[in-house]
């Protein structure tokens, strides 16, 4: 069934600068081809379309403040509720439940801490699937594992409506500068329904197929993520210990084929034990968590992931599950000052 909603895309792209976004976008093996400003705007004359967001923390918030800015109508939900303000104060409406916001809307996307809440805002009492219906579509872009993600589907599918995950690689600064890269499976043509709509949060999007693909491909990333993140501690620590700057090693990272846009942004402030979140090291250890537990799935060794782990854990039992990932240097730190 054609959603009545997406063909209001063309209103919205007209509000939006288009063109820089769909020539940024990547050319991945198993994506298909980009729909064009065009065929979309064959589409224009159909009802009015309503998009749902549901959980707005440090990603979720500037995800919906771009959608709203790119003219589209936005209903949000927020577990705190004081959360929502920023959005409604820019034009969003409100839904007390994701039940309230999936019946008032005709795509609804969510982006919650962990598989738990996950399931508890697609599955639980006034959960997303109890407002779902033909016609309709979910876009979970929470971080997950693929045994949720499928969950989630079976639970959707079973309303008529139909499911997309669509995980992001990128953080605050690239969820506020529209610069994310989505990682979907799932409904094929839910994907190409709510492309534009992924093209004003994100610079591309990647199309993997069969649900549970697009997790898995998330957390893959993020567990290679997390050991440079504690290898790239590990070299602050002993580039100091012997005496050299450790801004010095940043310098030559950046120059060097190691260089990670990463080590340049979060290293002078990790030099200074400064953590402002941005990607929470609780979410971090979560995600290394759940890719180890993919990689023993299909009997993978990834001893180096697992070590990284284990600094994380120790981050975490020092107080700092909300502090920036980067913050798992102090692990490091502790456990010089233990063995001097
Ligand atoms: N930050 C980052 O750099 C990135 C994060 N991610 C992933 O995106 C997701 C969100 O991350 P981020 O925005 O940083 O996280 P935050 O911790 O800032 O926000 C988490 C959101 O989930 C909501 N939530 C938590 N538990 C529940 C629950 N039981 N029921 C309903 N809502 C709940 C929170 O609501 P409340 O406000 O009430 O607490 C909040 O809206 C995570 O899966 C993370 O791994 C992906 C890419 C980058
Ligand atoms: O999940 C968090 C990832 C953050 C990033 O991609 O920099």
Known sequence: ??????????????????????????????????????????????????????????????????????????????????????????????????????????????????????????????????????????????????????????????????????????????????????LTAGEKSLYDSVAPLLDIMGKSRFYFGEVGNGAAMKLIVNMIRGSMMASFSEGILLSKKVGLDPNGLIEVLSQSAISAPMYSHKGPLMVKSLYPTEAPLKHQQKDIRLALALAESVSQSTPVAAAANELFKVAKSYGLSDADSSAVIEALKAKSQDSA
């Open 1 to 182: 069934m054609a959603m009545a909603f997406f063909s209001t895309f063309p209103r919205i792209l007209n509000k939006f600068k288009f063109t820089p976004i769909s020539s940024n976008i990547s050319k991945p093996l198993l994506s298909l081809p980009f729909k064009t400003f065009s065929f979309l705007a064959s589409d224009a004359s159909l009802a009015e379309g309503r998009v749902g967001f549901l959980g707005l923390g440090i990603m979720g918030t500037p995800m919906a403040q771009n959608l709203i800015k790119a003219g589209c109508d936005v209903t949000v939900w927020n577990r705190t509720k004081s959360k929502c303000d920023p959005l409604l104060n820019l034009g969003a409406k409100y839904q007390s439940s994701p039940k309230e916001v999936a019946a008032n809307c005709d795509v609804t996307f969510a982006m919650v801490a962990d598989p738990e809440s996950a399931i508890d805002v697609a599955c639980g009492k006034n959960g997303v699937a109890s407002g779902m219906s033909p016609g309709k579509g979910y876009v979970d872009i929470s971080t997950v594992d693929g045994a949720t993600s499928k969950l989630i589907n079976e639970h959707i599918k079973a309303t008529g409506a139909l499911f997309l995950e669509a995980p992001v690689s990128g953080s605050k600064k690239p969820a506020e500068d529209a610069q994310l890269i989505f």
